[in-house]
């Protein structure tokens, strides 16, 4: 199995996505059809890792917009998001490839991962490189720069992690 941990914020909305009633869970429509492309190159399912997974307001959203996942990563609160990866991961034995698709670095360094933008979401030219790191084409994530990373791990660890 190929799974996709996917965030939402940062990558199926970002600062462009019309939103004029400021609602706190939407999905533009642009980067949810880039993700699903995605599906379709690579067969890959989704895992939640977003903090909408643990707000019944965010998974309510996330269906009603259509965002195909088969499951979310535990809920582990003052832990960073990548200890709830690699907890899911190790329930899960049958993955094959995965990826980890997410516009912040809460000390997901150790894993591949492709890192839009919040101005941008998800874009074409990640959709590529991640189909061909799913499909074993390549083994090139496409992460920001290392400074921008450890900025960002550092607000996790002040602000706390959001798991």
């Not at 090139?140 to 900025?151: A, P, T, Y």
Request: hydrophobic share 40%; aromatic share 8%; glycine share 6%.
């Amino acid at each position: 199995m190929k799974v996709i941990f996917l965030d939402i914020d940062g990558v199926l909305n970002s600062k462009q996505t019309p939103n004029p009633r400021k609602f706190p869970f939407i999905v533009d429509d642009a980067l949810l059809k880039r993700l699903k492309h995605l599906l379709q190159l690579t067969g890959a399912q989704v895992v939640l890792s977003s903090n909408w997974r643990y707000d019944p307001a965010g998974i309510f959203s996330a269906n009603h917009y259509g965002v195909p996942f088969i499951d979310t990563t535990p809920d582990l609160p003052g832990e960073p998001r990548c200890k709830a990866i690699l907890d899911w991961l190790s329930r899960h034995k049958d993955v094959e490839r995965f990826i980890v698709v997410d516009d912040e670095n809460d000390e997901l360094d150790g894993l591949p991962l492709f890192q839009p933008r919040r101005r941008t979401g998800l874009t074409d030219k990640m959709v590529a490189a991640a189909a061909d790191y799913l499909n074993g084409k390549s083994n090139r994530d496409m992460r920001r720069s290392k400074l921008i990373r450890v900025f960002q791990n550092l607000s996790s660890f002040i602000t706390g992690h959001k798991g």
